[in-house]
């Protein structure tokens, strides 16, 4: 689902939170309801009567859930920042590197130390995850990268640091046509 951030004049329903100023340069903050009854606070920061950020409080419990940003200005939101777990903290993001309206890399904090562990990509526009990286021992430096390049659904390649050097001491290949060492 492609969400739009464009928000119309206020009315009865809108109450006006921040940037009560008229100058065009001060963001204003509109708190509306969304379609499904959650919470939205949707932000304009240049004057455009267009969000270029909005905060969900899906459940309305006074805590945000996602944040959607527009990074390019066209009107649509393209990044989303989500608090998963309902901690407060942000545990996931979610990009659409196209523009085609599909989030197609992910950046998840599975053990919520406030670091991503793992980063998945759509590189091929497929809707199937292609490229996988992870940090398995929560160290900061990946030490499992997993790829699919022929679409097929199985990773050709992985690379692992099984000894968490920083230094990847595996490769397998799925195809031995694939590697490069094989072909020397």
């Given at each position: 689902?492609?969400?739009?951030a464009g928000f119309g004049p206020a009315d009865e329903d809108t109450e006006v939170h921040?940037?009560?100023?008229?100058?065009?340069?001060?963001?204003?903050?509109?708190?509306v309801e969304?379609?499904?009854?959650?919470?939205?606070?949707?932000?304009?920061?240049?004057?455009?009567?267009v969000a270029d950020a909005a905060a969900y409080d899906d459940d309305s419990d006074g805590v945000i859930d996602r944040i959607g940003v527009d990074t390019d200005?066209?009107?649509?939101?393209?990044?989303e920042l989500r608090d998963s777990d309902g901690d407060g903290r942000i545990d996931?993001?979610?990009?659409?590197?196209?523009?085609?309206?599909?989030?197609?890399?992910?950046?998840?904090?599975?053990?919520?130390?406030?670091r991503f562990d793992r980063v998945v990509v759509d590189t091929d526009d497929d809707g199937i995850i292609d490229t996988d990286v992870r940090?398995?021992?929560?160290?900061?430096r990946a030490d499992y990268v997993g790829r699919d390049s022929d679409g097929d659904g199985r990773?050709?390649?992985?690379?692992?640091?099984?000894?968490?050097?920083?230094?990847?001491?595996?490769v397998h290949y799925d195809d031995p046509k694939n590697n490069p060492l094989a072909q020397a």
């Open positions: 689902m492609t969400e739009h921040a940037g009560l100023g008229a100058a065009a340069d001060e963001p204003t903050i509109v708190r969304g379609e499904h009854g959650e919470t939205v606070y949707a932000m304009d920061t240049d004057g455009d009567n200005h066209d009107g649509t939101f393209d990044t996931a993001v979610f990009v659409d590197t196209d523009h085609d309206g599909d989030k197609d890399v992910a950046a998840l904090d599975s053990d919520g130390d406030g940090d398995t021992n929560h160290d900061g990773r050709d390649y992985v690379a692992t640091d099984s000894d968490h050097d920083g230094t990847f001491d595996t």
